[in-house]
């Protein structure tokens, strides 16, 4: 199952969770909190080194 981490707020966040909904495929949504620093965490660095929103992890885990 793919994995989209985002925040609800966002705007380009938002279009990944309408196509994906749209095209009915099932993902799990993790929450990023933006201004609480989330997107600057040495796990969330891992998964994306320039820190943005959205991020879309694929089933073998690479994002």
């Known amino acids: ?22 095209l009915g495929v099932p993902y799990e949504w993790v929450d ?4 609480g620093g989330d997107t600057q965490t040495p ?3 891992a998964k994306n080194p320039n820190g943005k929103i959205p991020v ?3 089933e073998d885990g690479t994002c």
């Open 1 to 22: 199952m793919y994995k989209v981490y985002g925040d609800y707020r966002s705007g380009n966040c938002y279009k990944v969770k309408l196509m994906l909904n749209l």
């Open 32 to 35: 990023i909190d933006i201004l």
């Open 43 to 45: 796990e969330f660095l």
């Open 56 to 58: 879309l992890e694929l």
